[in-house]
Structures are given as structure tokens and as C-alpha cells.
């Protein structure tokens, strides 16, 4: 069975959505994507093309400074973070081009690993660019996740919180589509030192405690966090069934 098809069976419905196609896409004409030009960018076909080679280093440039780690150092953070085990299934929220996604679906073996993004070039660049057989990109909303409850063990959203429209609302939905005892992974902005909150042309300045607060407040625990300069990184673990661990 293919990766998109095992995918499609994760869906809270499959009703209208075609599984023959490289990706799925069950937005249609829905474009959740924020209405600022920063958010819309991703929308247009250059920046899928230039995004991991001219793009993406920027942006990490932007977030960690440039002493701060570099991509991969940045991905090697990460993934330890997620603690992937071979056979879990997991999902990159907001996954672009599948830049982490394909190291994503490295890390989990034979299990699957869906990429979802709302832009349909990002997205289609990123099924073209997938290079493993456990690995399906679908077309959705970061705010509503197509997927039933407790689906995925571990959930990872990098540089895309920041920029939806309801942040607190894509939060809550990657704890909502978490196992038990699953890992939740987030790199996003993070205001610096003594500063506030803030947000501005449809990007997000989380407060200091603003993401650990609120996974706490969801009912997670294990949480750590690590700033560096604007950005961070954050993981928390959903209690497992039981309580054990
Ligand atoms: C800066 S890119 C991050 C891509 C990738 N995760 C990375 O680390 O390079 C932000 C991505 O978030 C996506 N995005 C923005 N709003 C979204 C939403 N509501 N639902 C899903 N994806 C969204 C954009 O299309 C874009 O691909």
C-alpha cells in the first residue's frame, strides 16, 4: 500500500479527496494561509524553488543569529528532541518543501510519516522531492488538522506556528492528534529577553513562557525548552495511557 493511501486512512474522512494523486489535498479551494504578504508568499512558485537552498538559511540566520547553529545542527537538535523510534508514525505541521519531513520519515523506518502544508506549491514540491516509500504529503490546515484523535507518537511543527492565523489553535490541534505518551517538538520565534509578546504583519513573537504555558496548560509534561537569540526550541511529552510512562 502506497504512503499516500495508508495516509488517506488516517483521515477523519476521505470523502472527496483524490487518492491518486502525488499529495492529498483536502483544503480544495480553501486557502487558510494568513492574508499578509509574509504569509502569502508561500504561496508562489519561486519561493518552492529557491526556499531550501537561498530561503531557508535565512531564515535560520534571522531566528538564531549568525554564531547560532547552523540547519543542520538546528535538525540535529530537533530530532533528538523527538526521540523518533523505527515503526512510529509521525507528522511535520507546516512541513514546506519536506526539508525536515524526508529526515523525519529516515528516522521512523518503516513507519509512516505524513508532511502537511497548506500551500499547494510547497506541498507539491515537497511529494516531488520525497524519496522514501513511509512518506506522504497532504495539502490541510496546521488549525485543523484532517486526522482523528491520538494518531500520530510524535507530532513536530518547525518555523510555521509563528505565522498561522490562530497559533494557540494549530497547538492545541498537534496535542489533540498525539498518542499517549507521544512527543510534541515545536521550533518557533521567542520575544527576547525581558520583551513581550508581540505580532505584527502576521507574524507571532511568543513570550518567553508563552508555548511552554500552554502545552503545560493542555496537560503535557517532560517540557524543555532552549532559546537562542529570537528563536526556540520546545518539546513536551502527552502523559501516556495509564499514567506510566
Ligand atoms: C517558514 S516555512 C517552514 C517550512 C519547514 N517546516 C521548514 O522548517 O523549513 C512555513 C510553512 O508554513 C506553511 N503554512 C502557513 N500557514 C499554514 C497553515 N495554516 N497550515 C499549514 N501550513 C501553513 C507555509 O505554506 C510554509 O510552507
Same mark, same amino acid.
Given at each position: 500500500m502506497s504512503a499516500v493511501v495508508q495516509a488517506a486512512g488516517l483521515l477523519k474522512t476521505d470523502e /472527496? &479527496? =483524490? @487518492? /491518486? /494523486?502525488d499529495y492529498l489535498d &483536502? @483544503? *480544495?479551494?480553501? =486557502? #487558510?494561509? *494568513? #492574508?499578509?504578504r509574509g504569509q502569502q508568499v508561500f504561496r508562489r512558485k519561486f519561493v518552492a524553488k529557491v526556499y531550501e537552498r537561498h530561503w531557508r538559511p535565512m531564515v535560520s540566520r534571522f531566528f538564531f543569529g549568525f554564531s547560532g547553529p547552523s540547519e543542520e545542527e538546528e535538525r540535529r537538535i530537533a530530532l533528538e528532541m523527538m526521540r523518533i523510534g523505527e515503526g512510529d508514525q509521525v507528522i511535520d505541521v507546516g512541513c514546506g518543501t519536506g526539508n525536515y519531513t524526508r529526515h523525519l520519515a529516515q528516522a521512523a523506518g518503516e513507519g509512516l510519516t505524513v508532511g502537511l502544508d497548506a500551500s499547494e506549491t510547497m506541498v507539491a514540491a515537497a511529494a516531488e522531492r520525497s524519496d522514501r516509500p513511509n512518506l506522504a504529503f497532504l495539502r490541510g490546515d496546521a488549525c485543523a488538522l484532517p486526522f482523528e484523535d491520538e494518531t500520530f507518537d510524535v507530532a513536530c511543527s518547525v518555523g510555521v506556528i509563528h505565522m498561522v492565523e490562530e497559533p494557540m489553535v494549530a497547538l492545541g490541534e498537534m496535542v489533540r492528534v498525539l498518542a499517549p505518551g507521544g512527543r510534541i517538538v515545536i521550533l518557533a520565534s521567542c520575544a527576547r529577553k525581558e520583551r513581550q509578546r508581540g505580532a505584527r504583519n502576521g507574524l507571532t513573537t511568543f513570550g518567553r513562557d508563552e508555548l511552554t504555558g500552554a502545552l503545560r496548560e493542555r496537560g503535557l509534561g517532560e517540557i524543555e525548552q532552549k532559546v537562542i537569540r529570537r528563536g526556540q526550541f520546545v518539546v513536551a511529552q502527552k502523559p501516556a495511557a495509564g499514567g506510566g510512562e
Open positions: /472527496g &479527496v =483524490d @487518492l /491518486g /494523486g &483536502v @483544503l *480544495g479551494q480553501r =486557502d #487558510p494561509i *494568513g #492574508p499578509h
